[in-house]
T-cell receptor
Framework: EAQVTQNPRYLITVTGKKLTVTCSQN?????MSWYRQDPGLGLRQIYY???????DKGDVPEGYKVSRKEKRNFPLILESPSPNQTSLYFC?????????????????FGPGTRLTVT | TQLLKQSPQFLSIQEGENLTVYCNSS?????LQWYRQEPGEGPVLLVT?????EVKKLKRLTFQFGDARKDSSLHITAAQPGDTGLYLC????????????FGKGTLLTVNP
């Protein structure tokens, strides 16, 4: 079954304790992305990756790190979490547009990770 | 500044009614996508529109992309309680910009 998986689904942690949220996809997608969703602010892109070893900042990258060492995995790292990073996080993947194509980045989302930082 | 503005923000209607929600921008997009998100789950893609003026139908849902590729609309005919959810539009501006920008969504409640 084609899917994006995230772990953990729920996490409560304390300020400053490093954590990693894993994301894996089995669709051989080039493009992967992390979003956070907050009431009144909608879905905002944190980081994205066009392919292995290629990552770039989204709209709200501060306080986060990512890596893309393998095509299927795109972990989100919070080196020193703070309470303002309490949010619902989604990983997503898609095919990416190649030269001459018009493939429009249709995103497949994971089930979400609800993070609480106290 | 909201790149993609969705309206209305909230909509509560009775089963059987028709409705239209809007996704507007001052920027041109190479494509626009519509997603539906149910509580506790990730968004699920409904449709992608690519060509200006394009109309796509998905059962009782009709999606339209504006001629200038700056706006889109979603029309639901004879809404059902199963249509309840958060409807999100998202766009890619094209060129070398690979960021996907989401609107804040329209929260639709269809009452039986």
């Amino acid at each position: 079954e084609a899917q994006v998986t995230q772990n953990p689904r729920y996490l409560i942690t304390v300020t400053g304790k490093k954590l990693t949220v894993t994301c894996s996809q089995n669709m051989n997608h080039e493009y992967m992305s992390w979003y956070r969703q907050d009431p009144g602010l909608g879905l905002r892109q944190i980081y994205y990756s066009m392919n292995v070893e290629v990552t770039d900042k989204g709209d709200v990258p501060e306080g986060y790190k990512v890596s893309r060492k393998e095509k299927r995995n795109f972990p989100l790292i919070l080196e020193s979490p703070s309470p303002n990073q309490t949010s619902l996080y989604f990983c997503a993947s898609s095919l990416s547009s190649g030269a001459g194509e018009r493939r429009p980045y249709e995103q497949y989302f994971g089930p979400g990770t609800r993070l609480t930082v106290t | 500044t909201q790149l993609l503005k969705q309206s209305p923000q909230f909509l509560s209607i009775q089963e059987g009614e028709n409705l239209t929600v809007y996704c507007n921008s001052s920027s041109v997009f190479s494509s626009l996508q519509w997603y539906r998100q149910e509580p506790g789950e990730g968004p699920v893609l409904l449709v992608t529109v690519v060509t200006g003026g394009e109309v796509k139908k998905l059962k009782r849902l009709t999606f339209q992309f504006g001629d200038a590729r700056k706006d889109s609309s979603l029309h639901i005919t004879a809404a059902q309680p199963g249509d309840t959810g958060l409807y999100l539009c998202a766009g890619v501006r094209g060129g070398s910009n690979y960021k996907l920008t989401f609107g804040k969504g329209t929260l639709l409640t269809v009452n039986p």
